[in-house]
């Protein structure tokens, strides 16, 4: 038995999380024996948690190895080390490249008790009833397979979801409005010559090349089929309007990790680029103004879930659906939304945040009070609102998908050549 | 008895061989296997094809950053002797003391010590748009404006390189110098030559072997860099290195290999034309 760990390490944690107090009853009633079972996860620094790890230890008993990577890594991962972990916490575009290999299995969705609360856009793709499908990877056409050992993901809801879904949100353009000193409407601002030098785009291919369609898009140079998966030819075009603006001296830099945004920005060295929501909050934790603007055309979204190794079964198994289940249960979904992301199940989240928060983060009110984020940082005065408002304004204006394209490898090497030119 | 010796002598070479047969030679002939392979996104496909040197040489791309990968080596290569050479020259000739001698070396090598990541990012805050370079300049009336080539360019780029490699150059000048036999100078001073003339005809001729190792170490370690490059350049300018580390990013690790096996040969070819100018054996 590989998965169960005896360490020195284990026993010292658990001797810890038995003196915290626990704030819930444990799910089930465990053998003795879980408390040994260690499961590893590893994925994105978004949900990767030591809070999380933490809270699994004392609420559910066994031990939750974090292990935090960047995307590129994480897919890298993935597909080539299925036997460095359990539990795979990815993105879903990751996911459609990922699968195939056969390094994850597919989870049996009546062991899922909150499965009918999940959100729809990772069921059937539909937010509301009433709401369009946007273009590009969306969650639901990677979320089910066929059957249990299949390879090819099926066109509606099956017993066999690939990844369950934990955190998911809108991304859009970051700005220093006190550099900038006009409205920012469009994302064709981030080749305005008005910003020559001051601009950033982040240097992670399957992001960076929808961030450059959404704006191609916008400036009315390209009309895609589907961003999210283009052609040869609307790549070519959309890398060669990027390339002119690089060498005209448009970028200040591009980004690959997150700290590198939060610098960029807060340093004053660019005052629009791609950026994600926590960095916002990064930058305005350090008394800088920062808005992510949202955009007349839409936000560019990402999900993201957990999956279970191939390699797992028996107790560790049945403790990943434990695990899983806990997940959907509340308290991580608060965690994460009082950050800015939304959980997979918000009204389990609900119960674990306040008034004011949730009508912060999740209806777009006006603050009553001061919003703290879990860790304490001041995010928000009285009075403030989140950007781009309430949770059906930001994800009913999706206009497209985080993906990976028929046309990856092409896109790849384009985007080599972009950067290297 | 001659046989014997002969097995001995088998023996006594054999650990070192398999050493470098395991953790040299076979990965080489890994990387150069795997580059005749191709990849998809989810999967790598064993066979055998030039596909991905077709690539690499029909790409405009591809001799565009050789280029750049040369001109980072050549500039830097050139700066690092200039500052290795009289660094070295000043301790080995003017510092008559053999204890300040080292304690001046050890000097040199002090903020060695420290990760070359975090020397490197260190520049980032002095050079940036509103940092400490920009500031001073502006508040002494040299600029109105703040200077943006400072940081995310080619000078930004060369000028970590030189400051991480300066050692590099350093200490095998110094160590070539430092045996150089003081009689000699003296002979060509008695002999009427000059002070520069001495330099050029005696010392530099003497110094040539550590020149020599001092710019191998330079060149492989500047030509086979990605990390400075990319945070030096704000991921604007791309070397080799930076090439294959995108490529291994996006797993295609056939087109990754093919690119290495390149540069190797590349940088073979530049130190096989080096060592035919300087006998370093010598000098070891």
């Not at chain 1, 990027?242 to 005052?271: C, I, P, Y």
């Not at chain 1, 797992?312 to 990943?320: K, R, V």
């Not at chain 2, 995108?246 to 034309?273: E, F, R």
Request: proline share 4%; charged share 15%; aromatic share 12%.
């Amino acid at each position: 038995m590989s998965k169960m760990r005896y360490s020195r390490r284990a026993v010292l944690k658990g001797g810890a999380a038995a003196v915290a107090a626990s704030a819930l009853p444990a799910p089930m009633v465990w053998a003795q024996e879980i408390k040994d079972i260690t499961l590893r996860q590893f994925g994105t620094g978004v949900s990767n948690l030591n809070d999380v790890a933490n809270k699994v230890k004392e609420d559910l008993g066994f031990t939750l190895e974090m292990t935090a990577l960047d995307s590129d890594s994480v897919t890298q991962r993935a597909a080539t080390q299925p036997d460095s972990f359990d539990i795979a916490d990815i993105e879903y575009w990751i996911c459609k490249k990922v699968w195939p290999t056969g390094n994850l299995q597919a989870m049996d969705v009546s062991k899922i008790a909150n499965y009918d609360k999940i959100v729809g856009i990772f069921k059937d793709g539909k937010l509301t009833p009433e709401s369009v499908i946007a273009q590009g990877t969306a969650p639901h056409t990677v979320g089910f397979v066929e059957g249990e050992g299949s390879k090819t993901f099926a066109k509606e809801q099956t017993n066999w979801m690939t990844l369950i879904p934990t955190i998911y949100n809108a991304d859009t353009l970051g700005i220093r409005p006190d550099l900038i000193g006009r409205p920012i409407e469009s994302w064709t601002e981030l080749l305005n010559p008005e910003f020559k030098g001051k601009a950033s785009i982040l240097d992670i291919s399957s992001i960076g090349i929808m961030d450059m369609a959404m704006v191609c898009e916008a400036m009315g140079e390209i009309q895609y089929g589907d961003k999210g998966n283009m052609t040869r030819e609307e790549i070519d075009k959309t890398m060669a309007i990027f390339t002119e603006a690089k060498k005209n001296g448009q970028f200040r830099a591009f980004w690959k990790t997150f700290d590198e945004s939060v610098n960029l920005m807060a340093s004053g060295e660019v005052v629009i680029q791609s950026m994600w929501s926590p960095a916002i909050t990064a930058v305005k934790s350090r008394g800088i103004e920062c808005v992510y603007q949202p955009l007349k055309e839409g936000y560019r979204s990402w999900g993201g879930g957990i999956g279970l190794s191939a390699n797992l079964s028996g107790m560790a198994l049945d403790a990943a659906y434990e695990y899983i289940n806990w997940y959907l249960s509340g308290w991580v979904g608060g965690y994460l939304m009082r950050q800015g992301y939304y959980s997979a199940v918000p009204e389990t989240s609900k119960e674990f945040m306040s008034e004011n928060e949730w009508g912060y983060w999740f209806e777009g009110k006006p603050a009553t009070d001061v919003i703290t984020s879990p860790t304490g940082d001041v995010l928000a005065q009285a009075g403030e609102t989140r950007d781009g408002g309430a949770f059906y304004d930001r994800m009913g204006h999706v206009a497209c998908w985080n993906s990976v394209m028929d046309e990856n490898q092409y896109m790849v090497r384009k985007w080599n050549e972009f950067i290297a030119s | 008895m001659l046989k014997n010796r002969h097995i001995q002598g088998w023996l006594q070479a054999s650990p070192l061989t398999l050493i470098l047969i395991g953790f040299l030679i076979l990965p080489i002939i890994t990387i150069v296997v795997v580059s005749f392979w191709q990849a998809t996104e989810f999967s790598i496909i064993p066979g055998f094809s030039f596909e991905n040197y077709e690539f690499l040489f029909g790409s405009p791309v591809t001799y565009k950053v050789f280029f750049a990968t040369f001109k980072y080596a050549a500039i830097t290569w050139a700066m690092t002797l200039a500052i290795g050479f009289t660094v070295a020259y000043y301790l080995a000739f003017h510092i008559q003391n053999q204890t300040t001698q080292i304690a001046l070396f050890l000097l040199c090598t002090i903020p060695f010590w420290t990760s070359n990541i975090i020397r490197m990012i260190s520049w980032i805050p002095f050079l940036g748009r509103n940092g400490i370079a920009n500031s001073m300049l502006q508040s002494w009336g040299i600029t109105d404006q703040p200077l943006e080539w400072l940081l995310y360019s080619d000078f930004s780029v060369i000028l970590a390189f030189v400051h991480l490699y300066t050692l590099f150059m350093v200490v095998p000048i110094f160590n070539t110098m430092t045996r150089i036999d003081h009689s000699l100078i003296e002979a060509a001073r008695d002999n009427g030559a000059s002070g520069f003339q001495t330099l050029t005809h005696v010392i530099l001729p003497l110094t040539k072997p550590g020149i020599m190792i001092g710019t191998i170490f330079v060149l492989t370690l500047v030509m086979g860099d990605f990390i400075t490059v990319r945070f030096m350049s704000g991921s604007q300018k791309a070397n080799v290195g930076r090439l294959i580390s995108n490529d291994i990013a996006l797993l295609q690790y056939p087109s990754a290999a093919a690119t290495a096996v390149i540069l190797l040969i590349t940088v073979l070819i530049v130190i096989g034309i080096l060592l035919r100018f300087v006998d370093i054996r010598k000098e070891l």
